[in-house]
């Protein structure tokens, strides 16, 4: 099971690294606007929140919906080769490739958090950050017509595809469980907890859509840009394989802490964004922010409720998903009208984070008390 996991991490983000990396150039060499391509990548994310929302009102978590998730995968990868000139078959093949996304990694976690514990966890899903930064070097000596990503998004997708069908039907009993257990998810009640998970990823919108444009910006090269962001997987690959340790801890403290490591991480780029070995340590602490923060967080939730797989979906709709979406419209209006100030803004929302965290533990406590 272990090697079908890796395989899946693997293959899964290598889709993720041709989706981000290189489909806007793509849809840039088609001829579609810099506001064409912000509105079809703002879909998936918008998708990716209300998703879970249609579990609530009465789609069943089975085999049967994550079969259907991979099919419209599958579907979507192909519609794209029929879909570039036209802006709205785009759209809606965007949205529903954002729709499969969405379904299928919440079910792999549970399984692999279930299968491997959190311990073992980042050892496996180390291989999805491999597979990333793998694809962006391999398709970057590639990429010399829109077709080629196109051909690497269908090769991926079918592969990974063919992987998932494979653990699903290993594990089919376990999905099969989720469907007779009650939601004990109450977003109104936690919400300190939940807002405090969104406010991190609504953070993170300065560093994915404008980390490039501003290190260049304030001098950097293109070339050390790249090297940044490599730094960056590579600290996050390193804490991976090393987090078991910490995840025996505290969780709740550990999503405190991260979230608060984060507000520096960002702070330092505000005030040293043309000091490079200070963008090296910034970087580092990817393996906090992102490697460390996301484990600890699906781990909390699978522990804390007992839908654990709707507990999944909601951290990715809520969190990546309209977080993500929050992030993007949020660091865009800043880096038109004040861009020194971007990364003040991102420091402020992830001490947010923090501070929201730190008042939902303080909930906990007075419960248990």
């Known amino acids: ?38 509105i079809i990548f703002a879909a998936a ?42 802006f709205y078959r785009l759209l809606f093949s965007n949205i529903s490739f954002g729709v499969g996304l969405s379904l299928v ?17 980042g050892k496996i899903r180390l291989f999805g950050s491999v597979g ?12 010399n017509a829109p077709n080629t990503a196109l051909l690497y998004l269908l090769i991926l997708t079918f592969i990974t595809t063919a992987v998932a069908f494979t653990i ?33 990823q609504v953070s993170f919108g300065s560093f994915y859509n404008f980390f490039t444009i501003y290190v260049t910006d304030n001098g950097a090269s293109l070339d050390m840009a790249i090297y940044l962001w490599s730094f960056g997987v590579i600290a996050e690959i390193f804490m991976l394989f090393f987090q078991g340790a910490f995840l025996r801890k505290n969780l709740l403290l550990i999503l405190q802490f991260t979230t608060f490591t984060t507000a520096i991480r960002w702070l330092m780029l ?14 580092s602490l990817h393996a906090l922010s992102f490697a460390l ?7 909390y939730l699978f522990h804390l409720y007992r839908h654990k797989s709707l507990a999944q979906q909601f951290f990715s709709g809520i969190t990546y998903g309209f977080g993500a979406f929050v992030g993007a419209l949020i660091a865009g209006f800043i880096y038109e009208l004040y861009p020194k100030q971007l990364f003040l803004g991102s420091a402020l929302i992830a001490l947010g984070a923090s501070l ?3 008042l939902w533990g303080k909930q906990k406590l007075k419960q248990t008390l």
């Open 356 to 358: 929201f965290l730190y």
């Open 132 to 143: 990333f930064i793998l694809v962006a070097l391999v398709l970057v000596k590639f990429l």
């Open 168 to 200: 699903a039907k290993k594990v089919d009993t376990l999905l099969e469980k989720h469907e007779e257990t009650a939601n004990d998810i109450n977003l109104l009640q936690d919400w300190k907890l939940w807002v405090g998970l969104t406010l991190m």
């Open 270 to 283: 505000f005030l040293f964004p043309q000091n490079i070995t200070l963008l090296f340590f910034s970087q």
């Open 1 to 38: 099971m272990s090697i079908l996991l890796a395989a899946f991490y693997f293959f899964y983000f290598s889709i993720i690294g041709v989706y981000i990396i290189f489909l806007p150039k793509v849809l840039s060499m088609t001829g579609y606007s810099a506001s064409d391509i912000g």
């Open 105 to 121: 990694l919440p079910y792999i976690e549970l399984i692999s958090l279930r299968y491997l514990g959190k311990e073992q966890y």
């Open 45 to 86: 994310p918008l998708v990716r929140f209300l998703v879970p929302f249609a579990f609530i009102r009465g789609l069943k978590i089975d085999i049967t919906t994550f079969t259907v998730a991979l099919l419209i995968m599958c579907l979507s990868a192909i519609s794209f080769y029929f879909s570039l000139s036209n």
């Open 293 to 299: 923060f996301h484990s600890a967080a699906i781990s």
